[in-house]
């Protein structure tokens, strides 16, 4: 079994969280892993064509979104749902993207997951693996042209570590000294490639050092853990002190996607110890350990949880399709006479029950 | 008015734009304290400094992926690559990122990043400083793709790219950047993008190019005036968005077509304006419609000045067009 060393915390560190704001961050990530629950559910019926889960990596995700300020960049990849919530984007707007419906502000056009919400700063999100890293450097240095006090921070995993943007974007940061943190949620595995097999690299984190810059290696189950290597390295950003790489070690207790299968690369053993390293487990336990939270009081938020995302799809299931002819709007800020041609003939031809109104 | 080279004019439109809006950034490598290997932006850094006319390192995607965050952010960053020929390791980020933004997230995120690349053979440059690949990226949705052929027209595009609101991919042609002066207006100087010129015109047959290639088909056409052939020549300019009424208003008065462009026939640029032809002006036709093109091979050393399009061989093509019917 190839399971990488976690730095040795136990329980969960409270450095600089009280208790009221731990539970808030407690309540973000039942928050998220109801909304896996009933994705993965809701892919399995049909219901949506594909679901992203978070399950695992909630205390890296929301620790770090917690140690943000509002006004901070974001480039997320394709399973960053725990930070939009975090950020406080509206389980309706998640949900709507998911479905692809009227509301959804993507008009239908991306896979689930790939969310867009640029009132919270949470830029667009692709497929493609890394690409998103060079952008958190452009968006950090114009920030500091514009003498904006922010940071930008970019999320990817173990496997995206190799992508080309990768480099691209930490030897950018590096000659720039941009005010960005690259936030690498190191999963253990890259769809079916372990970590090991990634690079031979010892850490992900000590990747930082060649481009010239501090990398810190952190118990990525450890909500308090994450916020606070996160809130050191924001302060370093923008006090001009330059990029900061953070892996968060953690795990992905899920399949990738729901089109993947995990048991065909790795064990029930391995499952079985990252899940007794649960950060949902960990937050509850350290908060109880403290009298600061009862069975009963978990209970209740986590079916405050549930029944917050049973609302929120009642709500946005029902909704149409985004119009058809919507199809051919924001390509470009106005159509070519091509496509405005070919919309005319697609509005000739439509049959009238195909515009759901 | 004042006489300017191509480079020279590509120059007075970065520098009024950077007067004007603080919001315009370059981006490149070697465009700071070298002015850029064509010296496109020559003088550039000494007026506006580092902040705002960045050497890069070595790296396409970085510098396409640093733009693209920039413009998320609402600046107006204007990249040089230094040749075309070295865009690839930022294809990823042209195709799935730049030219999608504004797409995927329902217009919350467009992304508004200039291009410029120098293009083109003749200037004994290679496989790798010589490649006209125009049609890569004309068949991606999402970006507009420009290209002058003369200095007031180089000025004019470039400002109007840089104050437009899409990606614009702007090729330069690199053969004539010093070769061809001429007039360029002063000031705020713009071209409005998918506008094709009338380089010339005539009644017999029309003649469609764009970049380098216009000043050898315009050379082709006087000498053909003698023969008593009078072509129209078609200098598209833009080449998404096209202008296509501007390409049937010239074939139907026509008759007859010649397009002509560097880069491979396959499935070049020119296959797309043969086939707007057949679909929209077949009836006004009096011949097949020729291509005069590279030829569907790697860009060769040696021997370029037998694969690029030349007078002669676009001479012939007209002669041809002209008397087969």
Redesign the interface.
């Known amino acids: 079994m190839s399971v990488q060393a976690v730095p040795a915390t136990s329980g969960d560190s409270a450095e600089g969280l009280s208790v009221p704001v731990r539970k808030r961050l407690l309540r973000l990530m039942l928050l998220s892993r109801a909304l896996d629950e009933r994705g993965m559910t809701l892919q399995r019926q049909g219901r949506i064509g594909f679901y992203v889960p978070v399950e695992g990596q909630e205390g890296a995700q929301v620790g770090c979104a917690a140690a943000l300020e509002p006004e901070d ?1 974001l ?1 997320p990849g394709y399973r960053e749902t725990a930070v939009a919530l975090t950020r406080g984007v509206p389980l309706t707007l998640l949900l709507s993207q998911l479905y692809g419906g009227r509301t ?4 239908g ?2 896979m689930p997951n ?1 969310f ?3 009132q919270y700063r949470f ?2 999100t ?3 693996i890394g ?1 998103q ?11 500091r ?2 003498g904006e006090k922010v940071v ?1 921070v970019t999320f990817f995993g173990d496997g995206a570590t190799s992508s ?2 990768f ?3 930490l ?2 940061a590096g ?2 000294k941009a005010p960005v943190i690259f936030f690498c949620q190191n999963n253990q595995w890259a769809i079916s490639l372990p970590r090991s097999k990634q690079t031979r690299s010892e850490t992900l984190a000590q990747k930082a050092e060649a481009y010239g810059f501090p990398g810190v290696q952190v118990d990525g189950n450890d909500v308090g853990a994450v916020y606070a290597a996160v809130k050191e390295a924001r302060a370093r950003a923008t006090a001009g002190g330059g990029p900061t790489l953070i892996e968060a070690v953690t795990y992905r207790m899920g399949p990738h996607t729901t089109s993947d299968d995990p048991r065909r690369y790795r064990s029930p053993e391995e499952l079985a110890l990252w899940k007794s390293r649960d950060p949902v487990e960990r937050l509850k336990e350290a908060l109880e350990k403290e009298h600061a939270l009862s069975e009963e009081e978990f209970d209740q938020l986590l079916e405050g949880a549930r029944a917050e995302v049973a609302a929120a799809i009642q709500e946005v299931e029902p909704l149409p399709p985004p119009d058809p002819l919507t199809l051919f ?5 106005r159509r ?3 496509l405005e041609e070919q919309r005319a003939a697609f509005l000739a031809e439509a049959p009238v029950s195909g515009r759901k109104e | 008015m004042t006489e300017s080279t191509l480079i020279q004019a590509v120059n007075q439109a970065l520098r009024e734009a950077m007067r004007a809006d603080p919001d315009v ?1 370059l981006l490149g490598e070697d465009i700071g304290v070298n002015g850029g290997v064509f010296r496109a932006t020559e003088g550039l850094l000494k007026e506006f400094g580092e ?2 006319v ?1 050497d ?2 070595l ?1 396409e ?2 510098i ?12 107006k ?1 204007v990249a040089e690559i230094q040749f075309l020929d070295f865009i690839y ?1 930022a294809f ?2 042209i195709v ?2 730049l030219a ?11 992304c508004h990043v200039v291009l410029r690349a120098p293009y083109g053979g003749g200037i004994k440059g290679g496989l790798y400083h010589s490649q006209s690949t125009e049609q890569l990226f004309t068949s991606i ?2 970006l ?1 793709v420009v290209v002058p052929s003369t200095p007031a027209d180089a000025k004019g595009l470039l400002l109007s790219s840089i104050f ?3 990606p614009v991919l702007f090729l330069e042609p690199k053969r004539i950047y010093r070769s061809l002066p001429g007039e360029v207006p002063e000031g705020d100087h713009r071209v409005p993008l ?1 506008s094709a010129r009338i380089a010339r015109e005539g009644a017999d047959v029309s003649v469609f190019a764009y970049g380098a290639m216009v000043p050898v088909a315009q050379q082709a056409c006087q000498g053909l005036d003698a023969q008593g052939i009078h072509p129209e020549l078609v200098d598209l300019r833009s080449l ?6 501007a390409v049937l208003r010239s074939v139907e008065k026509t008759g007859r077509a010649v397009i002509v462009h560097e880069a491979p026939r396959f499935c070049g640029y020119g296959a797309e304006l043969a086939a707007i032809l057949a679909e929209k002006a077949l009836y006004s036709l009096k011949a097949p419609v020729v291509r005069v093109t590279g030829y569907d091979t790697p860009f060769p050393y040696a021997l370029e000045h037998l694969y690029l399009p030349s007078v002669d061989r676009i001479s012939r093509a007209i002669e041809r067009t002209v008397r087969a019917a």
Not at chain 2, 240 to 245: G, K, Q, R
């Open positions: 960049w480039c959804d502000l993507c008009l056009r991306q790939h867009a919400f640029r830029v667009s692709s497929s493609p690409t890293i060079p952008h958190a450097v452009g968006l950090a240095l114009a920030a042209l514009k930008a080309n943007d480099h691209s974007g030897n950018f000659v720039y709007d924001d390509t470009l800020s070519t006479p091509q | 950034i902040d705002r960045m890069t390192p790296n995607s970085g396409v992926g640093t733009a693209v965050g920039m413009a998320l952010y609402g600046l960053p390791p990823d980020q799935s990122e999608k933004l504004r797409y995927r997230s329902g217009g919350q995120f467009p949705p999402g507009k437009d609101e899409d998918g998404v968005p096209l202008d296509e009424a």
